[in-house]
């Protein structure tokens, strides 16, 4: 994986996931943004991967899980 600004593409998309704040609608389209991971970072992360990563966070206490239907919407504690 190639290095942004000292972070790695995954933990720079899980940063912009729980930095900003969102309507379901928003996040509803976000679902599919693998596509753009590739233009926006070189990589692509499979959404099981980002979701992976986000459940570690969750376990850590920095951010928190809420399902909405079949949504699942993470949210930085604090």
Do not use: C, Q, W
């Not at 998309?13 to 233009?39: H, M, Q």
């Not at 376990?59 to 604090?78: D, I, P, Q, S, W």
Request: no cysteine.
């Amino acid at each position: 994986m190639r290095k942004e600004r000292g972070l790695y593409p995954i933990e720079m998309f899980a940063k912009y996931l729980n930095d900003t704040p969102k309507t379901v609608s928003e996040i509803r389209r976000e679902i599919i943004i693998n596509e753009k991971l590739e233009e926006l970072f070189g990589v692509a992360i499979s959404h099981d991967t980002v979701r992976r990563y986000l459940d570690k966070l969750v376990v850590r206490g920095v951010a928190k899980k809420r399902t909405l239907g079949r949504l699942t919407v993470y949210l930085k504690n604090g």
